[in-house]
């Protein structure tokens, strides 16, 4: 009997160490995978930490490159735009892509003034880009009045405009923001503008039909593939660079819509392409009046003095694009205006 319960006892003794390893095991496995987790979340912040240094050093390269153009003209075939070089700046040696420590990075600018600034730009100018975008009449008018009082000071809305009355009847309500456009996606906030106002691009299938006369058949969406990213942008210097804009942005000078096919001839060169090394860009916006018969005044310009960046950081396998937003404030001092990533 007493023989027995020994037994039992040792049976007992032995499922309880068996239970305690078994729980020891697991909380080592636990600790272990912590651990692991932990080591990997601190190496993803070192990975970020550098990706950003990498980043920001991206955008002090393109710094360094405008800062050495040297023409008295910005256009597409010099350095910074990406071109092969012009007699102003064959002599910059210019790297893409760029290795920073155990990482690299590549880089693109665009200069802003191609565009047209939306903040300065008016109502004719708003709905020149309408037309050209092939949008339906009844359109026209709501986008251009809605837009002028969403940047324009609160008061009474434009006749087919909107202010915050309007915008707090939405769900969700929001307010009228009343002041200059800061990115240009805050007009998806504007009455009227829907994505393929914005973007040229629709969200909904689409649907083909012939018109009928001005305007879209019933059923039919408007448009042409083209949005109001294609013409403005919230940054630039107010004038349009002619050796920069591309023909749907040329279009909107007044008076030039029918030479815009000429004005690229003239600057692209014998080859007909734009950033090559035969290019003749305008040295001064005056040689515009040879081609289209009249002055352009202080609507265009062949100097840009807003640019917009994009660098894309590599370290290993991970990657980010930062974008900045540059002003040349002189021929060598070109200050950051804003830093962020996608």
Not at 105 to 129: G, P
Not at 234 to 254: E, H, Q, Y
């Amino acid at each position: 009997m007493k023989t027995s319960l020994r037994h039992n006892s040792d049976g007992i003794a032995l499922i309880m160490v068996m239970c305690a390893i078994v729980v020891l095991s697991a909380l080592a496995a636990a600790f272990a995978y912590s651990m692991k987790v932990e080591a990997r979340l601190a190496q993803n912040a070192n990975s970020e930490e550098q990706l950003l240094w990498i980043g920001h050093s991206g955008v002090e390269y393109c710094q360094w490159v405008l800062a050495q153009e040297k023409c008295p003209y910005d256009s597409l075939n010099q350095k910074w735009a990406g071109g092969s070089g012009s007699a102003c700046d064959t002599n910059l040696m210019v790297e893409n892509p760029v290795q920073v420590g155990d990482g690299a990075f590549t880089w693109k600018i665009f200069d802003l003034e191609r565009m047209v600034n939306i903040n300065t730009a008016s109502a004719s100018t708003i709905q020149q880009a309408l037309i050209l975008m092939d949008r339906d009449p009844s359109e026209i008018s709501v986008v251009s009045d809605s837009i002028l009082d969403w940047i324009g000071p609160a008061g009474p809305p434009r006749a087919a405009g909107a202010e915050s009355d309007y915008y707090q009847g939405l769900i969700p309500p929001y307010y009228a923001k009343n002041a200059p456009i800061d990115d240009l996606s805050e007009l998806k906030y504007i009455k009227g503008v829907t994505e393929e106002i914005y973007s040229g691009h629709s969200t909904n299938p689409p649907v083909f039909h012939h018109k009928l006369g001005f305007g879209a058949a019933p059923g039919q969406s408007s448009g042409n593939g083209l949005g109001l990213t294609n013409f403005f942008t919230p940054f630039s210097s107010g004038k349009i660079n002619i050796n920069t804009a591309d023909k749907n942005v040329l279009r909107m000078i007044p008076g030039v819509e029918g030479m815009v096919d000429a004005i690229i001839k003239q600057r692209a060169g014998p080859d007909g392409m734009d950033g090559t090394e035969d290019d003749i860009p305008f040295q001064n916006a005056g040689q515009l009046a040879a081609i289209t018969g009249f002055d352009p005044g202080p609507l265009c310009d062949v100097h840009s003095f807003t640019y917009e960046v994009h660098v894309i950081a590599q370290l290993g396998d991970l990657k980010r694009e930062y974008i900045a937003i540059l002003a040349r404030t002189s021929a060598k001092d070109i200050q950051v205006l804003s830093f962020y990533w996608q």
